[in-house]
């Protein structure tokens, strides 16, 4: 279990992520998960900085998922899918 810890970010940033790559908005990734937006900004950083990439490019009022954001919310939204599917069996 713990090579498993070492290779995962932290797992209470998999959900905030998830709904900022969806949304394209930290804010409203917030409010949809009853967080503040700096609570998100905070998650997401620390997963950037546990798999040692940037997962958005930050502009002005606006985030942009890198290629390798999207390549990682894709596997985390079919990981969150597959354990939604089992959980509803």
Do not use: C, W, Y
């Not at 992520?17 to 908005?25: G, I, K, P, T, V």
């Not at 798999?51 to 079919?78: S, Y």
């Not at 939604?84 to 069996?89: C, E, K, N, S, T």
Request: no cysteine; net charge positive; charged share 25%.
């Amino acid at each position: 279990m713990s090579r498993l810890r070492q290779a995962l970010p932290p797992l209470s940033s998999l959900l905030p992520f998830e709904a900022a790559a969806r949304h394209q908005s930290f804010l409203r990734a917030a409010q949809e998960l009853n967080l503040t937006q700096a609570a998100i900004s905070r998650r997401i950083r620390a997963m950037e900085e546990a798999l040692g990439t940037t997962l958005f490019e930050r502009r002005h009022r606006q985030v942009v998922l890198t290629e390798a954001g999207r390549e990682f919310a894709e596997a985390v939204r079919g990981g969150l899918d597959d354990a939604r599917g089992v959980v509803a069996q």
